[in-house]
């Protein structure tokens, strides 16, 4: 029996007691299985501490591509890895069993800049914030600030040189 090469997590990574088919299987599925396990993309660095030396990682992720066609995922190239990802024809299906379509998108890091800086100038105008930040705050930034419950219309603010009624 030949000696197994070990990863320094102690996996047998070259497989070479197993037929060439059967390695070649096995390393599909360690790479998927990496790949679907993962919250963000994996980079190849990733992948191939669980595949032989010899493990042509672009052949394996096409093999696992050709065998995903025709299901509702795919396995993509994003930001220097690959992820599996729903295919764009099933957004309507996923939104209607999960209420997902109803979410408003999350913060920029912008936006929540201004949000922390209206908590901790309240009350403060939007010609106010632009100052402070040394540009314009798009009224837009302010009505999703708003849509999201996270602040609220005040009173007006006196405007300059406003006079003073007797």
């Not at 042509?56 to 396995?75: H, K, V």
């Not at 993509?76 to 295919?87: E, L, S």
């Amino acid at each position: 029996m030949a000696k197994r090469a070990r990863s320094s997590e102690g996996l047998d990574t070259e497989l070479a007691d197993l037929p060439p088919e059967i390695r070649w299987r096995e390393w599909m599925g360690r790479v998927e299985a990496v790949i679907f396990a993962a919250p963000e993309p994996v980079a190849r660095e990733i992948l191939a501490r669980v595949v032989g030396r010899d493990c042509n990682l672009d052949r394996i992720i096409d093999a696992i591509r050709d065998e995903l066609r025709g299901r509702p995922y795919e396995l993509v190239a994003v930001a220097g890895g690959w992820q599996h990802r729903t295919r764009k024809g099933f957004a309507d299906a996923i939104r209607a069993a999960t209420g997902l379509g109803d979410q408003v998108r999350p913060l920029s890091q912008s936006e929540a800049l201004i949000l922390m800086c209206i908590a901790y100038f309240q009350p403060i105008t939007r010609g106010e914030l632009g100052r402070v930040f040394g540009k314009e705050i798009s009224r837009d930034v302010i009505s999703h600030l708003r849509a999201l419950g996270f602040i609220a219309a005040g009173p007006r603010s006196q405007p300059p040189a406003r006079p003073i009624p007797t």
